[in-house]
């Protein structure tokens, strides 16, 4: 298995597919990297050699910020709409729909979905 970014992509899928398992980088992202790199999207995991790896390795490192920076980085930006006390940042604490969408009929996976009291008795 090829390890990329702290992520082992699985040897049978194509590359571009592969490269949508890392945080961060969706199927237009993948396919960006792989024309910057010379390599078809259409091969495997497991036929790229060493050295095209470190190439799809050091264009991930220099152009994007993936996985647990990533990561760190939404979890910083949510925490501060909460500090700041706005609407956004309200609406992440109460744990309902942040951009704009109905609660009346739908937002039920947002909403049913509640969190452990301790020392709660039924």
Known sequence: MARIAWVNL?????AEIALTYIYGIGKTVSNEILVKVWIEKTRKIETLSEDELDQIRDEIKSEFVVEWDLRRLVVGNIKRLQEINCYRGQRHRKRLPVRGQ?????????KWKSTAVAGKKK
Do not use: D, E, L
């Open 10 to 14: 699985p040897n049978w899928k194509h």
């Open 102 to 110: 109905s609660t009346k009929t739908n937002a039920k996976t947002r």
